[in-house]
């Protein structure tokens, strides 16, 4: 049987295939069968989770604290480079200038993703806003949260970093950041479950090894990555002590 | 820990007394930093609240070096209108295993402050409490005001 490996969904459409280039050849080069799910949103990946059906994944750091420490999980490895930033977005010629001025009643346009919308929420406490006095309208992609600011559907909208980043000029100059996360301490890892604890040297070599050559450097690329950082235990608990006081 | 050094801008002199019953003359001038948006402070302690680790935005706000902030206790931040019942429950809350929050004034190397709302976890390995983190964030001016009226009268 096959293990299973999954990403989280919140990385753009366009790189689907990419995740399945990067399976086959994991598959091959550790010469084991691993069959990639990749779920439509959280709800679906935190089920498949919950029923024992992921073996591996890619996660963000809410998602991989919680198979840490929930699910007995083990991060062996990081994506180098920036960490994971959100920011709150308004339409350009939005009265509001700072977090402060937001008013009780305010319109959140944002999407499933459960990270983003954390981090949005605590930079809202500078104005006392809460799910009791904000309302949340749920977009399927990031580009309809942008829609949805430009439209005046929604007074403020939480998008990751990348996803404003990806916006054509277009779109993106008729937008305003108000306020961008500088957490720095929180990052996507690469976990695998004690089935492949087996395996673990094995796919953390692979991994660390994977810019070394051209395909290798190709498929981080396309994947948005320079490449792979080890984590140590000690990195990941402390990521998830920060993450604990984000959540709770 | 060293006493303050008094800075050039009109201050007051205060002595604290810590929980060990060590005392430290302090200056404050009154002046807020207002607190760097979109950031969090980060800072590791051992056991005993002995600063371990800290992030550039703990680093910023305090006004010390870094090099002056490691190895030091963290109530090297403590400032005078802070009422000492807020840290005792602090410290009961995290010895027994279990998350803090408040709202902290505290004191910068200036003598002046900045307000935040503070969350303080132990940090647990194999079962044991092997040291502490304090992640906090931005408050609102309202509920900043309502923590300085009731440590006022906490004093
Ligand atoms: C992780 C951690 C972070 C702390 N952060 C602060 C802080 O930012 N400011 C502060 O005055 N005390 C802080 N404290 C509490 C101090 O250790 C100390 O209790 C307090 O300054 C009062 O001093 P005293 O308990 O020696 O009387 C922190 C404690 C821990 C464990």
Redesign the pocket.
Known sequence: MAFNFTVSPSFPNERISDWYIFNTWMQRSLDLPIHLELHNDFGAQRQAIAAGKVDMIYANPFDASLLVREQGFRAIARPEGKPDEMVIVVAADSPTQAVPDLLAGSRIACADDPCVNTIGRILLEPANLDGNNTTELRRETYIQVAKALLRGDADLGFMPVEAFENLSSLVRRDLRVLVASQIQVIHHAFLIGPILFEHATAITGLLLSMHQSDKGQAMLTALGAQRWQALEQEDVEFMIDIISTLTT | MDDMVASNEACSAHLLT???GSRRQVYVTGVETPYPRGKLIV???DTR?IITQCNPSFVDMSGYPAAELIGQ???I???PD?P?AA?RD??DT?QSGRQWNGY?K?LRKDGGHYWVY?T?VPNVRDGMIVG???VRREPSRDKVAAAEALYREMR
Do not use: E, I, K, Q
């Open positions: 810590f929980a060990d800072s590791r302690t609240g206790p963290h109530c931040l403590r400032h802070m000492a840290f602090l410290w995290v902290v505290n503070a303080v502490y983190t304090s």
